[in-house]
């Protein structure tokens, strides 16, 4: 009960501290903007299909944007002495592992959210009546990023080369995750639904749980000291 | 808890082990090129196979090595385990360079392409990928025991990541030859009994040249850390 408790307590601060300074959303949601608009200049105008290839722009986007906000959460951590100050809180650490995992899901669903909706400005692709699919699909894929994110954020952020380190430690587990939401959002994309990608959600949540376990069970041995 | 190091002097493998590298290298070099028949429809660039299946099924067993080693570094916080895990992944991934490297060439000629994001080379491609990884986080990671933790943190998140991986490149789509050694009609009847015996050859040489190598690098990680801790310990004594 005391672990629920903490953890809210822990996500609301961190939240609140976001609130106020706006530092990781803010790089995130301009930095997805920035790669929609590079990626869609990869392409010759008019000569490809949004269905097509508007789920790979949309995750990739996503997911480099995920990366530097990651990088930022952890920053703020480590630069003001803020983790020594959580470790020395009376709590255990999985509960700190809930509480971060908690906010970036939180930080990660709203920058998600927000690069559905310039996808769909600038690409101008009719999504709106599909929203509760896509839904389940950015909240899925966000929890599993923020679920191995947590882990390799927090390593990261103690190391020398923490902008490099980030994304070549998460990106190649977190692949089979972007694997199945894109495969999930073309199927969206292309009006079959979820019903014909119903094997890429079910990978989608055995990802969300394998790892949740893994690194809520690995997150003490990061934070020692 | 550190382990006392003066106490252990460093490994190393055994001239036995070294002949027998020796012996099992030339003898599986000698079958590949020479005993074994020229395949009928790929030629001769069907020979890689002996060092490609090995290597891959060597690195496999490096990869238990990691994970094993790593599990247990976090149980008991021995060094000892450290220095398996990484004198390991370091030579995996060497082995795992080499499969990706004889795969290409074997590719080209019959594939037409060096590449293809088939699902055995993807899946596999992503374990190099978090091999490569680990051996960065070990020279950026920071101080020793820091890193031994991360490291072993990050061995086991992409050991169990493994499966998932393997589904989803799976269902993505794949071209890869299927196995010619463990069929479903019975283990290596896919295979005629002279590349059957060059393939054992090959597999047996890939793993005694890699426990060689493998110990080696032991005996490297070993001498280093004792390096520090002497040097540290000169530090303290000119400080005090």
Known sequence: MNMVRFTFILISKDLRLEWRSKEVLSSTVFFAMIALTVIYFGFQPGRFQVADVGPGILWTAFLFSALLGMNRMFQAESERGGLEGLMLCPIDRTTLYLAKCGTLFVLLTTTIVATFFMFIIFFNVRLLGQLPQLALVAILGSLGLSALGTSFAAMASKTSARDILLPLLLVPIAIPLLIAAVKCTAAILSGDGLTTAQSWVQLLAAFDVIFLAAGYLTFPAILEE | ?240
């Open chain 2, 1 to 240: 808890m550190t382990r006392d190091h003066s106490l252990n002097p460093p490994t190393t493998p055994s001239s036995a082990l070294v002949g027998a590298a020796l012996v099992t290298t030339l003898l599986a070099l000698y079958s590949a090129l020479v005993f074994a028949p020229t395949d009928r429809v790929q030629g001769d660039v069907q020979r890689l196979f002996y060092l490609h299946v090995p290597a891959a099924l060597t690195m496999y067993l490096a990869i238990l090595l990691v994970f094993i080693a790593s599990l247990r570094y976090l149980q008991t916080r021995d060094a000892a385990w450290d220095e398996l895990a990484t004198s390991g992944a370091e030579i995996g991934l060497l082995w795992g360079t080499i499969v990706l490297l004889t795969g290409a060439m074997w590719a080209k000629p019959i594939w037409g392409a060096w590449w293809t994001w088939d699902a055995r080379l993807t899946s596999f491609f992503i374990l190099w990928l978090i091999f490569v990884a680990y051996v960065m986080l070990r020279s950026y990671g920071g101080e020793v025991e820091q890193v031994a933790r991360f490291c072993a943190v990050l061995s086991i998140l992409g050991f169990v990541g493994m499966p998932i991986t393997h589904y989803a490149v799976e269902w993505f789509r794949t071209m890869h030859p299927g196995p010619v050694i463990m069929t479903e009609g019975g283990l290596g009847r896919g295979l005629p009994g002279s590349m059957l015996a060059t393939f054992a050859f090959g597999l047996v040489a890939s793993v005694v040249l890699f426990a060689n190598l493998f110990i080696l690098r032991l005996r490297l990680e070993q001498q280093s850390r004792r390096t520090q801790q002497i040097r540290r310990h000169l530090d303290l004594m000119e400080t005090s």
